[in-house]
DNA sequence: TTATAAAATGAATTTTGGTTCATTTATATA
DNA sequence: TATATAAATGAACCAAAATTCATTTTATAA
């Protein structure tokens, strides 16, 4: 044999397919999965379209692959932030911190979860729902929790996790589209206060 | 001259045209905007996709005459209600009683305002957003009404706005994704309450 | 009834965007 | 340095979807 691939090389290609997700990530915030094409993709990152194609095998493992480093990064900080706490009203803070702290940091991740989400049509949103699903099972687990403990009021807790992250996604959502409220961090601790007058903490 | 469009004539093509948006809401209510064909809604409008043509110059003035019709139907819903009430508490319930109100009776609507929107530099989908932050922008005179009256607590009004909005949001959406609640109307009540702790009513 | 213009048709054309592949460039070993 | 193989290129290819247009059908009025 005349050629192996050597560690350097393999280190450049790995960085290279970093570079690709990073910049896909980019994309795709500011259009949709549907709206971006390969070809802008390729240029923005400064290779070839078939170069590519040969880091994935077509599109769609692309935005797999970054939904899946989403789903597991931002899973893993709310995870991580609610092992701190035992008591429900802390992981329930805990959760949302955690959710802003990481689309603060990151927001084409934002962006892509809470803008580009819409229809359920391709495999791509339906992994996005999922994420925000998940999301809304730890919140009524925690509701569940403090209402057998007798510190919420007596509602629907699906309703209310639906109600508690939706309010927590509005604002979020402003604030990626027109920086309204300008200070997020501000605007976080106005909704804890809303959101646990409103489950009726006891 | 030997033809000329006659009334009879004047009123089919009317018809025709309401036929096509009727249909055309139906088509992207269930895939996107993006993911729908401008022959698969011929087809379902039975009619050949130069036919629409003549109703429509392009794809996007066809959805935009959809956008533009749900505007004023959902915020004249809105209006209408709101008109019957003077007490802010009365108004607030009643903006949001319409709009769930419409979007039982129409879940295409609701289907296409909430889920079907596509990524961010669409024409169309500025004014999604706008129906959106006029929503808010109405609940927020609301809240400022009453926060002057003093029945309210002394947080921000905008955050409180948006948190208000955001709830209906999320559970009218996943009532329209996967039938979760079930029951919408009964859901409503129990967002009214939590929403109305939420925002320290007095 | 017939001539004329409007309305409708759907196959043909154009556009768009994902994917491939023959060719070129870079890297590693002898 | 020469050679074999990996990596990169981007024009060409292909499929799907938007749009057009030559032709046919329908409606009006003389």
Redesign the interface.
């Known amino acids: 044999m005349a050629y192996r691939q050597t560690n350097k090389v393999k280190e450049k290609l790995d960085h290279k397919k970093r570079e690709i997700i990073k910049t896909a990530r980019e994309v795709f915030a500011?259009?949709?999965y549907?709206?971006t094409s390969i070809k802008t993709v390729a240029k923005k990152a400064k290779i070839a379209t078939g170069t590519l194609y040969l880091y994935f095998t077509n599109k769609e493992s692309l935005i797999n692959m970054i939904v899946d480093e989403m789903f597991s990064e931002l899973l893993g900080c709310i995870k991580d932030e609610r092992a701190m706490y035992t008591d429900g009203f802390d992981k329930l803070q805990a959760s949302m911190e955690a959710c802003i702290k990481v689309f603060i940091k990151e927001k084409n991740m934002a962006?892509i979860l809470l803008?580009?989400v819409?229809?359920?049509?391709n495999a791509f949103n339906s992994r996005l729902?999922e994420i925000e699903n998940e999301l809304?099972k730890l919140t009524k687990e925690d509701l569940d929790e403090l209402k057998t403990q007798g510190r919420l009021?007596g509602?629907?807790t699906?309703?209310?996790a639906?109600?508690?992250?939706?309010?927590?996604?509005?604002?979020i959502?402003?604030w990626l589209?027109e920086e309204?409220?300008e200070n997020l961090e501000e605007?976080f601790a106005?909704?804890m206060?809303?959101?646990l007058?409103?489950?009726?903490k006891a």
Chains 1, 2 share one sequence.
């Open positions: 500011e259009n949709s549907q709206g962006k803008i580009q819409p229809g359920v049509n729902i809304i009021s509602d629907d699906l309703v209310s639906m109600a508690f992250v939706g309010s927590f996604r509005q604002v959502i402003n589209r309204k409220p605007a106005t909704l206060r809303y959101n007058r409103g489950l009726g």
